[in-house]
């Protein structure tokens, strides 16, 4: 709870209202839900802010209307009152209570991924909740956080069914988690498919899953997705002539992006260095020098932990006496769904596209069991250093978003509630630290007992 209010909360405060062209574009697609209608790229906005950014036209049109029916009842009083401002600030407190139902959506994940480690689940939700992109977009309006929550629900789903624990109120959760996905990114249309074929897969090993019941999650799954968002996808294609709703003549014409060939840019080190700072802070903003470069933070706070973990989580499920297929098959899922966002992204970037590291923030919570597994070793020791880490290069973020000076006129912004939010976040380290170590303990002294015991049988 700590951590998902904390630092969302702090990048709230410190960042000015509007200060990003697409956050003014989603208030205002939720205003427009608001009056009864759905935004049109060429309309442009009907919100009318004076600060930060207005864009030319609604670029966020093409989005799905799940988090805009979420914003909606928030955004619309307080703007048609007369409080422009006031109204983005309501909808950035709804994306903090979104960031905290992620954090222990991450927990529960962790724990059914890595059963036999039982920090997992609160080691994952720290990962999570210090990641530069966690705080970012847990404080801005953007729909990245609302698409990491639905996935990660799908994805607790299928491993609370193929584990053989799911009953039918997690059939209802696979199939609402999946329906989201496709009412709020159409890029989680595929991993949600993937989900739904490997429930099927797992339903064939050996296990507690019967083939009926995964069947009809997945069916079940489908027909959701079909019956919630077939209809808005139609809406892009009479629009736009694409079911993802994009423009992209638009973009040739008045920004600076240009396309490229996908080879090109799926080797790119520029590319790859730039979407991979989930944990470092990399151009923005400025740090002192020596913080500056951000692939050695990249490699040591994510790159060498997930790569370790993945080896440690694979030589655990080959050693595993029951479920060893199931576990295969899960691990090959996740990886499968953070390649899929991967090869997504590329193929973005080289159409032309921006590359945003948020565009990767989406595969972190797949990946942060893995990444908290070598942190847990050594009684947890790794998860104090790589925790202290993080929350010093959050404070340096926080100073410097503080101070930084944008261009036009901005809203004001609050140093107070700013630090208030990091202190949040440091307590709540401090007690997942304190609960980690407690409980590495009292699993080594499990362990040791039962050995003791075995001997003396």
Same mark, same amino acid.
């Given at each position: 709870?700590?951590l998902?209010i904390g630092?969302?909360f702090?990048? *709230?405060?410190?960042? $000015?209202i509007?200060?990003?062209?697409?956050? !003014? =574009?989603? %208030?205002?697609?939720? /205003?427009? @839900?608001?009056h009864g209608?759905?935004?049109?790229?060429?309309?442009?906005?009907?919100?009318?802010?004076?600060?930060?950014v207005?864009?030319?036209v609604q670029w966020?049109s093409?989005?799905?209307?799940l988090?805009?029916?979420?914003l909606?009842p928030v955004v619309?009083?307080?703007?048609?009152?007369?409080?422009?401002?006031?109204?983005?600030?309501?909808a950035?407190l709804?994306?903090v209570?979104?960031?905290?139902a992620l954090?222990?959506?991450v927990?529960a994940?962790? *724990?059914?991924?890595? $059963?036999?480690?039982?920090a997992?689940?609160? !080691? =994952?939700? %720290?990962?999570?909740? /210090?990641s @530069?992109w966690?705080?970012?977009?847990?404080g801005?309006?953007?729909?990245?956080?609302?698409?990491?929550?639905?996935?990660s629900?799908?994805?607790?789903?299928l491993?609370r069914l193929?584990r053989g624990?799911g009953g039918?109120?997690?059939?209802?959760l696979?199939?609402?988690a999946c329906a989201?996905?496709?009412l709020?990114?159409?890029?989680?249309l595929?991993v949600?498919?993937l989900?739904?074929?490997?429930?099927?897969?797992?339903?064939?090993l050996p296990?507690r899953?019967?083939?009926?019941?995964?069947?009809?999650?997945?069916?079940?799954?489908g027909?959701? %997705?079909?019956?919630?968002?077939a209809?808005f996808?139609?809406?892009?294609v009479?629009?736009?002539g694409n079911?993802?709703?994009?423009h992209?003549e638009?973009?040739?014409?008045?920004t600076s992006?240009?396309?490229r060939p996908v080879?090109?840019?799926?080797?790119?080190?520029v590319?790859?260095s730039?979407?991979t700072?989930q944990m470092s802070i990399?151009?923005?903003?400025?740090?002192p020098r020596?913080l500056?470069p951000?692939?050695?933070?990249?490699v040591l706070l994510l790159?060498l932990?997930?790569?370790?973990?993945?080896?440690?989580?694979?030589?655990?499920?080959?050693?595993?006496r029951?479920?060893?297929?199931?576990g295969?098959v899960?691990?090959a899922?996740?990886?499968?769904?953070?390649?899929?966002?991967?090869?997504?992204?590329?193929m973005?970037?080289a159409g032309?596209g921006?590359?945003?590291p948020?565009?990767f923030f989406?595969?972190?919570?797949?990946?942060?069991?893995?990444?908290?597994?070598?942190?847990?070793?050594?009684?947890g020791?790794?998860?104090?250093?790589?925790?202290?880490?993080?929350v010093?290069?959050l404070?340096l973020?926080?100073e410097?978003t503080?101070?930084?000076q944008?261009?036009?006129?901005q809203a004001p912004v609050?140093?107070g509630?700013?630090?208030?939010?990091f202190?949040?976040?440091?307590?709540?380290l401090?007690?997942?630290?304190?609960?980690?170590?407690?409980?590495?303990?009292a699993?080594?002294?499990?362990?040791?007992?039962?050995?003791?015991?075995?001997?003396a049988?």
């Amino acid at each position: 709870m700590l951590l998902g209010i904390g630092g969302p909360f702090a990048y *709230a405060m410190a960042s $000015p209202i509007y200060s990003s062209g697409d956050e !003014a =574009a989603h %208030v205002d697609y939720a /205003l427009q @839900v608001w009056h009864g209608g759905l935004p049109v790229f060429e309309e442009g906005l009907e919100l009318a802010n004076t600060v930060g950014v207005h864009p030319p036209v609604q670029w966020t049109s093409h989005h799905p209307p799940l988090v805009y029916l979420l914003l909606a009842p928030v955004v619309g009083p307080l703007v048609d009152a007369g409080h422009v401002d006031a109204g983005g600030m309501a909808a950035r407190l709804v994306m903090v209570a979104l960031s905290v139902a992620l954090l222990y959506t991450v927990r529960a994940v962790g *724990a059914r991924l890595v $059963p036999t480690v039982p920090a997992a689940g609160l !080691a =994952a939700a %720290v990962v999570v909740g /210090l990641s @530069v992109w966690f705080v970012r977009l847990g404080g801005s309006v953007y729909t990245d956080t609302p698409a990491a929550l639905v996935s990660s629900l799908a994805l607790l789903a299928l491993l609370r069914l193929a584990r053989g624990d799911g009953g039918r109120r997690d059939v209802v959760l696979f199939a609402a988690a999946c329906a989201g996905c496709g009412l709020t990114r159409f890029s989680l249309l595929p991993v949600a498919a993937l989900f739904a074929v490997a429930l099927v897969v797992v339903s064939y090993l050996p296990g507690r899953l019967r083939p009926g019941r995964a069947w009809a999650a997945a069916l079940a799954a489908g027909g959701a %997705v079909v019956t919630t968002s077939a209809w808005f996808y139609a809406r892009n294609v009479a629009l736009t002539g694409n079911l993802s709703g994009s423009h992209p003549e638009w973009a040739a014409r008045h920004t600076s992006r240009v396309a490229r060939p996908v080879p090109e840019v799926a080797v790119d080190p520029v590319f790859w260095s730039r979407m991979t700072e989930q944990m470092s802070i990399g151009e923005y903003p400025r740090l002192p020098r020596a913080l500056e470069p951000a692939l050695p933070w990249t490699v040591l706070l994510l790159a060498l932990p997930v790569l370790v973990g993945l080896v440690m989580a694979l030589v655990m499920i080959l050693r595993a006496r029951e479920q060893r297929a199931v576990g295969l098959v899960l691990l090959a899922t996740v990886l499968c769904a953070c390649g899929g966002i991967a090869v997504m992204q590329v193929m973005h970037h080289a159409g032309g596209g921006s590359a945003f590291p948020r565009y990767f923030f989406a595969m972190l919570p797949f990946l942060a069991p893995f990444l908290a597994l070598p942190l847990l070793l050594l009684r947890g020791v790794p998860l104090v250093l790589w925790g202290l880490a993080r929350v010093t290069l959050l404070a340096l973020e926080l100073e410097t978003t503080l101070g930084r000076q944008l261009r036009g006129e901005q809203a004001p912004v609050y140093p107070g509630p700013t630090w208030w939010g990091f202190g949040l976040t440091a307590a709540g380290l401090a007690l997942a630290l304190l609960v980690v170590v407690t409980t590495s303990r009292a699993a080594r002294w499990r362990h040791e007992r039962s050995e003791r015991a075995l001997t003396a049988v």
